[in-house]
T-cell receptor, first 113, second 115 residues
Framework: SQTIHQWPATLVQPVGSPLSLECTVE??????LYWYRQAAGRGLQLLFY??????ISSEVPQNLSASRPQDRQFILSSKKLLLSDSGFYLC????????????FGSGTQLSVL | GESVGLHLPTLSVQEGDNSIINCAYS??????FIWYKQESGKGPQFIID?????DKRQGQRVTVLLNKTVKHLSLQIAATQPGDSAVYFC??????????????FGKGTHLIIQP
């Protein structure tokens, strides 16, 4: 069966520090991968998606970047974090045989202080 | 762009009662809808989905109703239990033939179960 792993679960970082969040999917090949951000009490905002290795599409201009170095690995990064980068970050995947359903990781709560 | 929204941010129900969570969508081209459940500090979990060629779909204790005329979606939870406490999101998309645009999510309804 397919599983998605996301880490770390919680992260506290100072303003101006770098960021690297990692997401990996098991049990599937060539998934579409997504990064979402969720502010407290708010909905889900799509940040990036990827249809393949090295292919990244950005949905909103921001201080973050994404990379897909391997088929089942998706990384969210920042060179210098801002206070506004705080939030709950969710990785998700979708397979070609799963229609449009997204399956989410457990999330990373990022606090930038 | 068009988005999915929810009528109520918080819904409080008695344990054992039925819950109805509503969702309005504005994209008339949307043809696939999903309900997710998100417990505190966790990622959203898929509950049930429905395509636009259907009006109703039932799962275990949950039913999704779709009214395309008024662009309205609802999630009914029968015999609500304490474990049903969570934020519920509706999401919609147009069928993309395997494309990658993802889903448009509403802001969520927080379902609170009263003992």
């Amino acid at each position: 069966s397919q599983t998605i792993h996301q880490w770390p679960a919680t992260l506290v970082q100072p303003v101006g520090s770098p960021l690297s969040l990692e997401c990996t999917v098991e049990g599937t090949s060539n998934p579409n991968l997504y990064w979402y951000r969720q502010a407290a009490g708010r909905g889900l905002q799509l940040l990036f998606y990827s249809v393949g290795i090295g292919q990244i599409s950005s949905e909103v201009p921001q201080n973050l970047s994404a990379s897909r170095p391997q088929d089942r690995q998706f990384i969210l990064s920042s060179k210098k974090l801002l206070l506004s980068d705080s939030g709950f970050y969710l990785c998700a995947w979708r397979g070609w045989d799963r229609d449009e359903k997204l399956f989410f990781g457990s999330g990373t709560q990022l606090s930038v202080l | 762009g068009e988005s999915v929204g929810l009528h109520l941010p918080t819904l409080s129900v008695q344990e054992g009662d039925n819950s109805i969570i509503n969702c309005a969508y504005s994209n008339s081209a949307s043809d696939y809808f999903i309900w997710y459940k998100q417990e505190s500090g966790k990622g959203p979990q898929f509950i049930i989905d429905i395509r636009s060629n259907m009006d109703k779909r039932q799962g275990q204790r949950v039913t999704v109703l779709l009214n395309k005329t008024v662009k309205h979606l609802s999630l009914q939870i029968a015999a609500t239990q304490p474990g049903d406490s969570a934020v519920y999101f509706c999401a919609e998309t147009e069928y993309s033939g395997g494309g990658a645009d993802g889903l448009t999510f509403g802001k969520g309804t927080h379902l609170i179960i009263q003992p």
